[in-house]
């Protein structure tokens, strides 16, 4: 169940299908609310999608399930390069 479904939001991602890559991944995370790989790929979509407040809310609730996500780390590496590129 979780394993399609995350593999149509990654499918759905991959073709930047952005909205319906969210939707996946937000319907894994309401089954299996600690499904750590999910809220990563969740964050990605909401920031692909120019949503940095959603992004940024996600990936806390991440860290507070999986402290060391390494997705998640590389996603706020990605987060404050941008801004420092942008100030």
């Not at 930047?16 to 319907?27: E, K, S």
């Not at 990563?40 to 999608?49: D, E, N, R, V």
């Not at 120019?50 to 990605?78: C, M, V, W, Y």
């Amino acid at each position: 169940f979780s394993g399609s479904n995350m593999a149509l939001g990654q499918y759905h991602y991959e073709q930047g299908n952005l909205q319906d890559a969210a939707f996946r991944f937000r319907f894994v995370t309401f089954f299996y609310p600690r499904h750590a790989d999910a809220w990563a790929w969740l964050a990605k979509a909401q920031l692909a999608m120019g949503d940095s407040g959603k992004g940024a809310k996600t990936l806390q609730h991440l860290f507070s399930i999986a402290p060391n996500h390494a997705e998640g780390r590389a996603l706020i590496a990605e987060m404050q390069a941008r801004a420092e590129k942008a100030s």
